[in-house]
């Protein structure tokens, strides 16, 4: 069975920072694109960051320089560093999993957690 659980998420002020954490059970990350995805209040889930198994990376226009992928195969885990943080930032974040190389087409993505929310005072 495969689980994927997010920890990490708070309340911070803007220009603060924050590192979200997946832990990854019944799937190796070392072999699955691994990604977070958000969703605001009132708005549809949006990609934010991909990472596949030979490192590949992508990012939405809007995070690019302020978030960071990374993924520990070791620990089975992946992680979204966080700095800069905007008020438009605020958003329940999603980890998910699948097979193939790194996009952020959200059909194509098979496994997801159950999220940790962000809040982004001004």
């Known amino acids: 069975q495969v689980q994927l659980v997010e920890s990490g998420g708070g309340s911070v002020q803007a220009g603060g920072s924050l590192r979200l954490s997946c832990a990854a059970s019944?799937?190796?990350?070392?072999?699955?694109?691994m990604a977070w995805f958000r969703q605001a209040p009132g708005k549809e889930r949006e990609g934010v960051a991909a990472?596949?198994?030979?490192?590949?990376?992508t990012y939405a226009d809007s995070v690019k320089g302020r978030l960071t992928i990374s993924v520990d195969n070791a620990k089975n885990s992946l992680f979204l560093q966080m700095n800069g943080l905007k008020p438009e930032d605020t958003a329940m974040y999603y980890c998910?999993?699948?097979?193939?190389?790194?996009?952020?087409?959200?059909?194509?993505?098979?496994?997801w957690g159950r999220g940790t929310q962000v809040t982004v005072s001004s």
């Open positions: 998910a999993a699948k097979w193939g190389a790194v996009s952020l087409v959200m059909p194509d993505y098979a496994y």
């Open positions: 990472i596949d198994s030979e490192g590949r990376t």
């Open positions: 019944g799937i190796r990350t070392s072999t699955r694109c």
